[in-house]
């Protein structure tokens, strides 16, 4: 289990951006290269869905509903990841948590979740 630190959620207006972070402050560098990290929500009443993910080494995937708008990045030295949201959509509501996959193992470890609020 790897424990993952959010941050950066709260409201905004539609059209509006948001950046969120995830850490792992406890886990070694080596031991963070390992992880492929992601980001998912999950809205009321619905599935927890996939939002986007990237590699150690960068390679990037997004669902359909946010190409184009939101970025996942990572810094491996930092053992972050972040999510910027931009053109921000009421439908974008959701709790977002932070998801890490071992590589090695194929444990996963999910942060606490960080309330994403876009409404006018």
Do not use: H
């Amino acid at each position: 289990q790897v424990s993952l630190v959010e941050s950066g959620g709260g409201l905004v207006q539609p059209g509006g951006s948001l950046r969120l972070s995830c850490t792992a402050p406890r886990l070694i560098f080596s031991t963070y290269t390992m992880l492929e990290m992601a980001w998912y929500r999950q809205a009321p009443g619905d599935q927890r869905e996939l939002v986007a993910t990237i590699t150690s080494d960068g390679k990037t995937n997004y669902a359909d509903s946010v190409k184009g708008r939101f970025t996942i990045s990572r810094n491996n030295s930092r053992k972050t990841i972040w999510l910027q949201m931009n053109s921000l959509k009421p439908e974008d509501t959701a709790v977002y948590y932070c998801n890490a996959r071992n590589t090695d193992t194929a444990t996963t470890s999910w942060g606490q979740g960080t309330q994403v609020t876009v409404n006018s």
